[in-house]
């Protein structure tokens, strides 16, 4: 009976974090008067690299769509690209480090929300904007 308890426990818990809202928590400074119909993704690229040149290619929808939105070159950390509200995109960032080529691939579907209680005013908050596109492992 207790191992029963204990697994029900766990769903329940599983259940309770696997439903959390993107949005939940508001960033009040990040806030909008008015409603936005575009935002800028936020792309971060691994901090080791910076100086070598990493090529960005961004997709609306799957990559496996091949809609391509727009490609560009960098050696910054971050970079910044505009987009449209309510639109899935993925982004693959190709390193070449040491004769070897390594992808990075994440994707975002920006959003706006209307929060009314959260901050000193109601405003717009826009959440799932920041794509991580940071190399987990090279040889």
């Known amino acids: ?48 690299f910076v100086g070598y040149e990493t090529v960005i290619k961004v997709y609306e929808g799957n990559i496996e769509d091949s809609i391509l939105y727009t490609t560009f070159k960098t050696t910054n950390s971050n970079s910044t690209i505009p987009v449209t509200l309510n639109k899935k995109y993925t982004v693959a960032a190709t390193y070449y480090i040491s004769d070897n080529y390594y992808i990075a691939i994440d994707s975002a579907t920006p959003r706006v929300k209307f929060e009314k209680s959260q901050c000193d005013n109601p405003c717009y908050f826009i959440y799932d904007r920041i794509i991580n596109l940071r190399l987990k492992y090279t040889k």
Not at 40 to 48: A, E, G, H, N, P
Request: proline share 4%; aromatic share 4%.
């Open 1 to 48: 009976m207790r191992i029963a308890i204990k697994i029900f426990q766990l769903i329940a818990l599983m259940f309770c974090l696997a439903c959390t809202d993107q949005g939940a928590i508001v960033k009040c400074p990040d806030c909008l008067a008015e409603e936005p119909t575009k935002t800028i993704l936020d792309v971060k690229l691994d901090l080791t």
